[in-house]
């Protein structure tokens, strides 16, 4: 039989095994200079003032909803089509998540949704630059006015929005789980350029404690602290920030790669009549492809899943919606969401990996091609 082909494996090699080596011989492996490092590298991409490094992009959503002072009361307009973790955030703060529809082809935010959204109880406006493609910035933020706009960029580690990476402008938010573009097993990072704002977030990152632990137990130290607001223990490892730093410098790398096999799926199945391919902002951007996303027309999801598994190759599905979720429709009822719930049947992703060699992508499109027939 052959070899399993996963939906996704992380990019790993010899410079990050050897940074994550070196942290550890170093006697320090908690938050410390490697993060301080990774910030200023991440920096240096997006375009961003500020980079604060956390142990996840959940994290991020909820340290971002509590400075803001999201609370009981407060809507918070979001796609349905996303990771659970920012609807579980907006509810945990007491918040309703408003759901926005999606546009079929890019399954992005459509920026005329938010205006039929928009309430004297909006408090903020989260968009997702969904599976490596950027939502239209511009125009979200034309409509928000003084709305806070949060960027949910999990899936955006190199997506480029009109010639700037995302997150340049907004507090957005990273995700580097294992799944991601790049990873550092788990952890996450928030960049934004008010400086009052991301001195808030690192603060609540750790305790609350003004200077981190590498401030008081490292050379000439002061290990005395004052905390004036709780916080939470959120900061990432020194280790893993050093395998982040490896995997930056392997970032242009990485996006050639994912991008190959995006154009090469893109040619093997646009013959088909069975699904949808991925559609592509119109506007200037730079799509990271951190999924691969097709719709089935022609067949359940179920048995095309089933037929996968039996030829040895893997399948995500990103995501159900979040409006279906039990206890959101306990909580808020139903949304009018009518795209989202007709691609939330229809979706399924096929690997994409940088791994991936293009014999394996041809496999993959010589399956769907076989189960589709």
Not at 27 to 50: D, M, N, R, S, Y
Not at 237 to 247: E, N
Not at 272 to 300: C, E, Q, T
């Amino acid at each position: 039989m052959n070899d399993f082909i996963p939906m996704s494996r992380p990019f790993i090699g010899e410079e990050e095994i050897q940074a994550a080596v070196a942290v550890l011989k170093s006697g320090w492996i908690t938050t410390g200079p490697q993060c301080e490092a990774f910030e200023k590298k991440f920096t240096a991409l997006t375009g961003a003032v500020h980079s604060v490094t956390l142990s996840s992009g959940t994290a991020g959503m909820h340290l971002v909803l509590r400075a803001l002072g999201i609370k009981g009361g407060d809507e918070v307009i979001t796609p349905s089509m996303t990771f659970a973790s920012t609807i579980n955030q907006i509810v945990l703060a007491g918040a309703r998540p408003v759901f926005a529809d999606i546009d079929y082809d890019t399954l992005l935010i459509r920026p005329d949704e938010i205006v039929r959204l928009i309430s004297g109880k909006t408090k903020a406006i989260i968009p997702v630059h969904f599976a490596g493609a950027p939502a239209d910035m511009d125009a979200i933020e034309s409509l928000a006015g003084d709305i806070p706009v949060i960027e949910d960029a999990a899936h955006a580690i190199d997506t480029w929005y009109r010639g700037r990476h995302v997150g340049y402008k907004n507090p957005a938010i990273f995700s580097f789980h294992p799944i991601k573009n790049i990873t550092t097993g788990e952890g996450g990072m928030i960049t934004g350029n008010d400086g009052k704002f991301m001195q808030r977030l690192r603060l609540l990152r750790f305790h609350g404690i003004e200077r981190d632990a590498w401030k008081r137990y490292g050379k000439a130290s002061d290990p005395s602290y004052d905390i004036l607001d709780p916080g939470f223990k959120y900061n990432m490892t020194d280790l893993q920030a050093a395998i982040g730093i490896a995997q930056m410098n392997r970032i242009e790398e990485i996006t050639k790669k994912r991008n190959a096999i995006a154009v090469q799926y893109l040619q093997g199945l646009s013959h088909l009549n069975g699904l949808d391919l991925p559609g592509v902002p119109s506007y200037d951007h730079v799509h990271a492809w951190h999924l691969f996303v097709i719709k089935l027309k022609s067949m359940r999801r179920q048995a095309f899943m089933q037929s996968l598994a039996e030829r040895n190759i893997g399948y995500g599905l990103h995501f159900p919606a979040c409006h279906t979720l039990t206890y959101v429709k306990r909580l808020f009822g139903k949304a009018h969401v009518p795209v989202t719930e007709e691609v939330a049947e229809k979706i399924i992703s096929l690997p994409i990996y940088p791994g991936m060699d293009a014999a394996q992508v041809q496999r993959v499109i010589d399956a769907v091609c076989e189960i589709l027939s």
